[in-house]
């Protein structure tokens, strides 16, 4: 499908990233190099590595498929379901996480609540992120297959070779610098999209008269209460209130960048770095749907082959490759991070936490660079079986998070934020909430509500078994909830001087 | 990310190795300009070309005045 000159811009950005991810080998030294890049990492690269994480070939595909089907509040996805929850996570969420010098969000949870809380968060993210690889293999394969017509299977294993190579060799550090070369990528081939699809439909005024003339609701951000997909109660409870600050204060391939920070300041500012540029996301795939349905002569027979025409028949030869190297871009990055994390959880908290404790670091090195190594080989083997085998595997996923994501926020929001929730509360809130949300799933209840009432359960939950225990010790706490921060005097004494100093 | 080279490595870091990178990429799309047959594609690409050369060159020359700059606080 793709030209020559299109298919060496492929091969070259493949090539191109395998070199730059193996050069960060010889950064890694002990386990904190690897799961957590020594806790080095800068602002901008949190911030660009997080956007280019988030960032999937579902985003492409499947986002360009639904603005062209429901129009720009498919863009609420983005703004409204991610602004500002990270902004909340920046400010309240990754200081906490941080200060604990936690490695994975379980682990901080392990500290602040009990073991209990901490495996049972470590085996529902650690399975779920096991499952997401195996689809974003499936995926990348489905795509090579797609646009350069090479077999699914060669696409796998491209994808395995490379990504798995550079996880394996560079840990978090390669990761999030391919992840930051891979958004500079997206961005410039979004934009060069915009560009030509403003000039085919006559700018933004042309855009909105072709589209509207058939599709008055396509320019309207909130749609109304009975719609089907996307309620605007349903879109600010669950996922404005519920899924979004859940997906971005608690999971842990998001967090886990901020963990890598090299100070509080830049955990922060990277987090809110990341925000601005999620304002630019929608232009990658919004905007594309919207181009196909105002240039299409004929209305496509399947949504999802929105971007595909547009590549076809709005890209230049050259600049549909590039579009086509963003399109591989983001499922790198997205395999990258989530291979990483998911070693990373079931290395400190599984292995490290239940069954070797106290190894030699160079111990637990070799062990997650080892499991790297063999989710690959699993990711790339469950890719067919676990995606043939159920119809709508991205909607199972996307349910399954959502039977855990409302209890997760729960017991993490009353964690930080109320010293006399306890470890009985915390354990009872989130399996409560997670009973809650598997039960009103039974009842055929729309995804969005199953989350914010899942997530009210949690809570509810959480407070009353907290006020009927016994409170946890002062010392534990310390550090860890935001109360006890306010009130330690040894901080707020340190807070003073250094705003006397100047600093 | 500069301070995250090893003590003692004279070799590029790791914001050299981006913008070599993205320069490759740049020069590709701008060799790539003789592919479409319209002047519009032909700008397009010249266009993202040229961006992508620009982000390499800013990571290139601000990592090189990192490592110069390290090098001699090191003597």
């Given at each position: 499908m793709i030209s020559g000159i299109d298919l060496f811009i492929v091969i070259f950005f493949i090539v191109g990233v395998f070199v730059v991810g193996v050069y960060f080998k010889k950064f890694i030294h002990t386990s904190e190099d690897y799961f957590l890049a020594g806790r080095k990492l800068t602002w901008w690269v949190i911030g660009m590595s997080i956007i280019g994480t988030n960032i999937g070939s579902y985003d492409y595909v499947g986002g360009a498929g639904a603005a062209y089907d429901v129009g720009i509040a498919q863009a609420n996805y983005e703004w409204i379901g991610a602004i500002p929850a990270m902004v909340i996570s920046a400010l309240l969420f990754v200081p906490y996480y941080w200060r604990a010098g936690a490695y994975t969000v379980p682990e901080y949870l392990g500290k602040r609540y009990s073991q209990p809380v901490r495996v049972i968060e470590a085996l529902l993210w650690g399975s779920f992120l096991v499952c997401c690889l195996a689809i974003f293999f499936w995926a990348s394969g489905l795509m090579i297959n797609t646009y350069v017509g090479w077999p699914i299977w060669l696409g796998i294993l491209i994808t395995a070779v490379v990504v798995g190579i550079y996880t394996v060799t560079g840990g978090l550090t390669a990761v999030a610098m391919t992840d930051v070369i891979q958004l500079a990528i997206m961005l410039v081939g979004g934009f060069a999209v915009a560009i030509i699809g403003f000039h085919e439909v006559g700018g933004w005024g042309g855009l909105v008269e072709k589209v509207t003339v058939e599709h008055p609701d396509h320019f309207r951000l909130f749609l109304p209460l009975d719609h089907d997909t996307y309620p605007w109660l349903g879109m600010i409870l669950g996922l404005g209130l519920v899924l979004s600050p859940a997906w971005w204060c608690c999971h842990q391939a998001i967090i886990q960048r901020t963990l890598g920070a090299r100070s509080e300041w830049d955990a922060k500012a990277g987090m809110l770095s990341a925000a601005f540029l999620k304002m630019l996301v929608p232009l990658l795939y919004v905007l594309p749907g919207l181009f196909v349905l105002a240039l299409a002569a004929e209305p496509l027979?399947?949504?999802?082959?929105a971007l595909p025409w547009a590549i076809k028949n709005m890209l230049p030869a050259g600049l549909a490759g590039l579009v086509f190297a963003a399109f591989l871009a983001a499922i790198f990055s997205s395999v990258d991070s989530t291979l990483n994390s998911a070693v990373t959880i079931w290395t400190r908290d599984i292995y490290q936490n239940l069954f070797v404790k106290k190894a030699p670091d160079k111990h637990y090195l070799n062990f997650g660079r080892g499991l790297t190594m063999v989710f690959v080989v699993l990711g790339a083997l469950l890719a067919k079986p676990l995606t043939t085998s159920f119809e709508g595997i991205y909607m199972a996923m996307q349910t399954l998070l959502t039977f855990f994501q409302g209890p997760t926020l729960a017991t993490v929001l009353l964690g930080i934020m109320w010293a006399r929730a306890t470890r009985w509360g915390g354990l009872s809130g989130l399996l409560g909430g997670v009973a809650c949300s598997v039960t009103l799933h039974m009842t055929g209840m729309n995804f969005l509500y199953v989350a914010w009432w899942s997530f009210v359960a949690a809570l509810i939950i959480n407070a009353i078994v907290s006020l009927l225990t016994k409170p946890e010790p002062l010392e534990k706490l310390r550090g860890l909830v935001y109360g006890l921060v306010m009130k330690d005097e040894h901080v707020q004494n340190s807070l003073s001087s250094r705003v006397e100093g100047g600093e | 990310m500069e301070d995250m080279k090893p003590k003692g490595d004279s070799g590029p870091n790791p914001l050299e190795v981006m913008g070599l990178f993205w320069i490759a990429l740049g020069i590709i799309m701008v060799v790539a300009v003789y592919a479409p047959p319209t002047m519009f594609g032909k700008l397009t690409n010249l266009a993202a070309g040229v961006i992508l050369l620009a982000i390499g060159l800013i990571a290139l020359l601000k990592g090189r005045a990192k490592r110069i700059s390290g090098e001699i606080e090191n003597e």
């Open positions: 027979s399947d949504k999802d082959q | -």
